[in-house]
């Protein structure tokens, strides 16, 4: 090894990292700024997840539980999106749920946009309860009666006072659970409302929790699972209705081939000093 | 016109805390506290509505049946203020007991009941299932789940069939750390992404509505 080739290593090891944030915010663009697109393969657990919905009679209902904040919203939104248009096309009810207080208004927005795209009727096709604190303890007592944690929906609406909700009191009411999930919530569905009370659940969680909760569909726990954009990517895909996650995918696969490229590079670095230091 | 404000208020926001890529400076500080700040009020607000006013106030209020029991829990976070008072902030592990009480309960049973028994009984598989494929994961999941127990056993020392047993769980356990690190990878990837989609779009409406 010559000493100009050292001389490049070592240069490397040392590259100022905001070149790297520089190209990595490049690949990521240019994808997103020319609409460039990539073939989406929907995997088994996403398929599962939407054949747990498409089986489900016209009538049935979904709660989804909406688990997230801004900081997650550009994984889970494009899931809520897209299982919510699936609902909606199959005439199922929904109802939303919100466990974390900022995820509120985020839930409602994305309720509210598709379900006027379907032309739904708020308190017939679909409500929103609202938050409440509790966690464990509201998912617990809801599988008595929700009305002993929600006396009324998001605006304060008695829950008798809707339509769709006068005969919906328990789990044994709703079809199936959909928690998207940025945290330790989805744990909770599953050791919980599942364990406990049999309910059929469906999780989508941003793609860090996505390897802890395989366990949970290799157990039959989990009925179908959606792992961060890529899984929203897939979903879209199997309701024909492409949007944020398909414009994401290309962005994303460039990216994962730069960051390969980098570790790749930073390898070979590393042992090229270290046969230097060798004195090899 | 207030889309348009709204919009570039956001945007400027996203950029703001960007340039902290490039290094610590007084708008990224200015937009991170604004954050902090915002976030501190709205969690506010909604623990007066959905908590003190929604589950307490207005069940009492209008004499909802079982409304009375609600005076426990309230004592118990009255109880809790009296941190702020050194002389008699002992009274407050009343209600930190209640909390952790209730709290380990729930987790034990959660965690036996919802996770411990599903997750072993899931690993009671057979090893021959008639299909190759299918026989191969069984397999590998009970190598992976053996040998990853055996790796955490430190009753002995690992030399012999022990230390080579676990070597293969170390596998394992390297194997789940990189899907992970992988899955982490692509997380912050999509976040980047819808950042960098909402500005771009951002752009377009702007160009759009001018």
Same mark, same amino acid.
């Given at each position: 090894m010559n000493g100009e080739n050292i001389s490049f290593w070592e240069k490397l090891g040392k590259i100022d990292r905001r070149w790297i944030f520089l190209i990595i915010g490049l690949v990521v663009f240019i994808p997103i700024a020319f609409g460039l697109r990539m073939t989406v393969h929907v995997s088994p657990a996403v398929k599962s997840a939407y054949d747990t919905i498409n089986r489900l009679p016209e009538g049935s209902v979904v709660m989804i539980s909406i688990d997230y904040d801004a900081a997650s919203m550009p994984e889970l939104q494009p899931m809520l999106k897209a299982i919510l248009r699936h609902c909606f096309d199959k005439n199922l009810k929904v109802i939303l749920i919100n466990f974390w207080p900022l995820g509120l208004p985020i839930g409602n927005q994305g309720l509210e946009e598709v379900a006027k795209e379907y032309g739904k009727v708020y308190g017939v096709d679909y409500m929103n309860l609202g938050y409440r604190p509790g966690d464990i303890a509201v998912m617990l007592r809801m599988g008595t009666e929700i009305r002993s944690v929600f006396y009324g929906d998001i605006k304060g609406t008695p829950l008798d006072s809707l339509p769709m909700m006068k005969?919906?009191?328990?789990? +044994? +009411?709703?079809?199936v659970v959909v928690g998207l999930e940025a945290g330790s919530m989805g744990d909770y569905w599953v050791q919980y409302v599942n364990a406990r009370f049999k309910q059929d659940l469906i999780l989508g969680v941003t793609a860090v929790m996505a390897a802890g909760v395989y366990p949970y569909l290799q157990a039959g726990q989990i009925k179908g699972l959606i792992g961060g954009l890529k899984g929203a990517a897939e979903y879209e895909k199997l309701v024909n209705h492409p949007a944020f996650g398909h414009i994401g995918m290309a962005s994303q696969s460039w990216a994962h081939v730069a960051i390969i490229l980098f570790i790749i590079l930073g390898n070979i670095g590393y042992f090229m000093e270290r046969r230097r230091k060798r004195g090899l | 016109m207030i889309e348009a404000l709204g919009i570039w208020v956001a945007a400027g926001l996203t950029l703001a805390i960007m340039s902290f890529l490039y290094g610590d400076n007084p708008i990224y500080k200015f937009a991170e506290h604004l954050y902090v700040g915002y976030s501190a009020g709205y969690w506010l607000i909604y623990t007066w509505h959905? #908590?003190?006013? !929604?589950?307490v106030i207005q069940p009492i209020a209008e004499k909802?049946? /079982?409304?009375?029991? !609600?005076v426990i829990p309230l004592f118990f976070g009255v109880l809790m203020l009296t941190r702020w008072f050194p002389r008699i902030a002992w009274i407050s592990r009343w209600s930190i007991a209640f909390t952790v009480g209730i709290g380990a309960g729930l987790t034990l049973t959660g965690a036996i009941h919802g996770y411990i028994i599903p997750q072993v009984k899931a690993t009671i !598989?057979? !090893?021959? #299932? /008639?299909n190759g494929f299918s026989s191969f994961n069984n397999l590998v999941i009970v190598i992976g789940v053996l040998t990853t127990l055996i790796y955490f056993f430190f009753s002995r020392p690992h030399t012999g069939v022990l230390g080579k047993t676990s070597k293969v769980g170390i596998l394992f356990i390297m194997i789940a750390f990189g899907a992970s690190f992988g899955y982490t990878v692509m997380a912050r990837i999509s976040l980047l992404i819808g950042r960098l989609d909402f500005l771009w779009s951002s752009i377009l409406k702007l160009v759009h509505f001018f």
């Open positions: 005969n919906i009191h328990n789990y +044994d +009411d709703i079809a | 959905f #908590t003190i006013k !929604l589950m909802q049946p /079982g409304a009375i029991f !609600l !598989l057979p !090893l021959w #299932t /008639g």
